[in-house]
């Protein structure tokens, strides 16, 4: 499973990657994608909303079902990634480049959510 | 304690994503995903474990009669080697299994029932089942594979095999193994259903797959049925829920002498709701339970849905008040507090255009 060093992740299975001066992008884990199948449908936030840690941020519908995907972090929404809406199983093929949402104004990146190193995260999943 | 069919190891080595289903361990889908098995089966051929699935053999001179008061379709008119569907209702005419008679001689029949029901269904039987009557369980030792694709009648190639839809022929050698060869499915496309020992199907999976057939699992098996229009025990049929609501009525014969669940039949032959096909406008996918509004009124709830993989949007089926059930007929589906826009379409969703039968047992 491929898990990049760079990113952080949390225990409900998506990555955070930290962009510098109080944002970062949010998406679904290789291993979501994985578990979930073929991604069909993805309802995603509009720029603007306010997300606090643990909040609804997405819908992830596969063939099989819909998943929700909640924010780690808590901030606003900057930008959204339009392209899944006309190709949602962008999310299977590349589950690191699919990023989901961009949160700004984040005062706290460590935030309420433990964010895992790559590491503790293949650990996780190992065991699963 | 899942329990693992014949093929378990077979569905683990193929990198299957094995599952808990109604007491069994099964593949919801294999490495390539359920759009690519689902499309297979459209296009090609694939081949599905199905051997969760229960047998009942019901032999004896009561046989016949005994069926005919535990089924609603009518079973006196059919001949050996042939397959009936059929619903089974209890006193109030709520649906206990929906299931497929197959007739070996007059007084010698098999009941395929689905697994969730099991139970169920043997101690109904078995508490109609008269001394002239021998009922067994041959679940435990009978697998059954699904080879179902505009390919598989040419897989298995060079084999006498049943030459019309719903029949069936027994001792047929496939691949070194003897088994039963039924022209039925649940995918809407042509093919058969093979019945045979636990300890042959390993080899006879085997032998499909090196001809060409694709594995696939439950995933596309639910997405193939949904497409095809066909009802799922539990979902689009329940206890609470008539043939007559589920829109089966040529599944119930009113004609033949009493079957249980008849009166009640009678009396709520007119239903106020139906079973309806919808397709969704725009993106989303209502899946079971998801109230259905027409001009701002409940009209009724989804029963199963998904995302169509052959027709390219999401479909879904829901039992609905009658005056609402006219083709074209716009609705609004509450999907978890989002409005997804609808319209009532005719079932099946997909029908198969090649072949000069139509196999789907939906009218």
């Given at each position: 499973?491929?898990?990049?060093?760079?990113?952080?992740?949390?225990?409900?299975?998506?990555?955070?990657?930290?962009?510098?001066?109080?944002?970062?992008?949010?998406g679904?884990?290789?291993?979501?994608?994985?578990?979930?199948?073929?991604?069909?449908?993805?309802?995603?936030?509009?720029?603007?909303d306010?997300?606090?840690?643990?909040?609804r941020?997405?819908?992830?519908?596969?063939?099989?079902?819909?998943?929700?995907?909640?924010?780690?972090?808590?901030?606003?929404?900057?930008?959204?990634?339009?392209?899944?809406?006309?190709?949602?199983?962008?999310?299977?093929?590349?589950?690191?480049?699919?990023?989901?949402?961009?949160?700004?104004?984040?005062?706290?990146?460590?935030?309420?959510?433990?964010?895992l190193?790559?590491?503790e995260?293949?650990?996780?999943?190992?065991?699963a | 304690?899942e329990?693992?069919?014949?093929?378990?190891?077979?569905h683990?080595?193929?990198?299957?994503?094995?599952?808990?289903?109604?007491?069994?361990?099964?593949?919801?889908?294999?490495?390539?995903?359920?759009?690519?098995?689902?499309?297979?089966?459209?296009?090609?051929?694939?081949?599905?474990?199905?051997?969760?699935?229960?047998?009942?053999?019901?032999?004896?001179?009561?046989?016949l009669?005994?069926?005919q008061?535990l089924?609603?379709?009518?079973?006196s008119?059919?001949a050996?080697?042939?397959?009936?569907?059929?619903?089974?209702?209890?006193?109030?005419?709520?649906?206990?299994?929906?299931?497929?008679?197959?007739?070996?001689?007059a007084?010698?029949?098999?009941?395929?029932?689905?697994?969730?029901?099991?139970?169920?269904?043997?101690?109904?039987?078995?508490?109609?089942?008269?001394?002239n009557?021998?009922?067994?369980?041959?679940?435990?030792?009978?697998?059954?594979?699904?080879l179902?694709?505009?390919?598989?009648?040419?897989?298995?190639?060079?084999?006498?095999?049943?030459?019309?839809n719903?029949t069936?022929?027994?001792?047929?050698?496939?691949?070194?193994?003897?088994?039963?060869?039924?022209?039925?499915?649940?995918?809407?496309?042509?093919?058969?259903?093979?019945?045979?020992?636990?300890?042959?199907?390993?080899?006879?999976?085997?032998?499909?797959?090196?001809?060409?057939?694709?594995?696939?699992?439950?995933?596309?098996?639910?997405?193939?049925?949904?497409e095809?229009?066909?009802?799922?025990?539990g979902?689009?049929?329940?206890?609470?829920?008539?043939?007559?609501?589920?829109?089966?009525?040529?599944?119930?014969?009113f004609?033949?002498p009493?079957?249980?669940?008849?009166?009640?039949?009678i009396?709520?032959?007119?239903?106020?709701?139906?079973?309806?096909?919808l397709?969704?406008?725009?993106?989303?996918?209502?899946?079971?339970?998801?109230?259905?509004?027409?001009?701002?009124?409940?009209?009724?709830?989804?029963?199963?849905?998904?995302?169509?993989?052959?027709?390219?949007?999401?479909?879904?089926?829901?039992?609905?008040?009658?005056s609402c059930?006219?083709i074209?007929?716009?609705?609004?589906?509450?999907?978890?507090?989002?409005?997804?826009?609808?319209?009532?379409?005719?079932?099946?969703?997909?029908?198969?255009?090649?072949?000069v039968?139509?196999?789907?047992?939906?009218?």
């Open positions: 499973m491929n898990i990049p060093q760079n990113l952080r992740y949390t225990k409900s299975h998506e990555w955070v990657q930290d962009l510098g001066d109080g944002k970062a992008r949010v679904l884990t290789d291993h979501a994608q994985s578990e979930m199948g073929d991604i069909v449908f993805v309802t995603l936030p509009e720029v603007g306010d997300v606090a840690v643990g909040e941020l997405a819908d992830v519908e596969s063939v099989k079902a819909v998943s929700e995907v909640y924010s780690p972090l808590c901030g606003k929404i900057s930008a959204v990634n339009d392209a899944l809406a006309d190709d949602p199983a962008a999310i299977n093929n590349d589950a690191y480049g699919a990023w989901l949402a961009e949160i700004d104004d984040i005062d706290d990146m460590e935030g309420a959510v433990e964010l190193s790559a590491d995260y293949a650990e996780l999943t190992k065991e | 304690m329990r693992k069919t014949p093929l378990y190891h077979r683990v080595a193929n990198n299957g994503k094995m599952v808990p289903f109604a007491g069994y361990l099964l593949p919801v889908q294999y490495g390539t995903g359920i759009i690519a098995e689902h499309m297979a089966v459209r296009t090609k051929a694939g081949l599905f474990d199905v051997s969760h699935m229960g047998e009942a053999e019901v032999k004896g001179p009561g046989a009669d005994m069926l008061s089924c609603t379709n009518d079973l008119v059919m050996d080697g042939q397959v009936k569907y059929t619903l089974l209702c209890d006193e109030n005419g709520g649906v206990i299994d929906d299931v497929l008679v197959y007739r070996f001689a007084d010698h029949y098999w009941v395929v029932l689905n697994a969730s029901n099991q139970d169920k269904d043997f101690s109904w039987m078995q508490t109609h089942c008269p001394g009557v021998v009922l067994r369980n041959l679940s435990d030792a009978t697998a059954q594979l699904a179902q694709g505009p390919l598989a009648m040419d897989i298995l190639g060079g084999q006498p095999l049943p030459a019309k719903y069936f022929m027994n001792e047929v050698t496939m691949a070194g193994v003897q088994c039963m060869v039924s022209r039925t499915g649940y995918t809407g496309e042509d093919g058969v259903e093979l019945y045979c020992a636990n300890k042959d199907a390993p080899m006879l999976w085997g032998a499909l797959l090196a001809q060409g057939a694709i594995p696939c699992g439950l995933g596309a098996r639910d997405t193939l049925r949904l095809a229009g066909m009802p799922l025990y979902h689009e049929l329940t206890m609470d829920i008539t043939p007559l609501e589920a829109g089966l009525k040529m599944f119930v014969k004609d033949k009493g079957f249980i669940g008849k009166e009640a039949l009396e709520r032959s007119e239903p106020s709701r139906r079973r309806a096909g397709r969704i406008h725009g993106r989303g996918i209502a899946r079971e339970g998801c109230p259905v509004y027409a001009k701002g009124n409940q009209i009724g709830h989804t029963t199963s849905g998904t995302h169509a993989p052959y027709l390219g949007y999401a479909i879904a089926m829901a039992l609905l008040d009658v059930i006219h074209g007929t716009q609705v609004e589906i509450d999907v978890r507090g989002r409005w997804l826009a609808a319209e009532v379409v005719a079932l099946p969703f997909y029908k198969r255009v090649r072949g039968d139509h196999s789907s047992p939906i009218p």
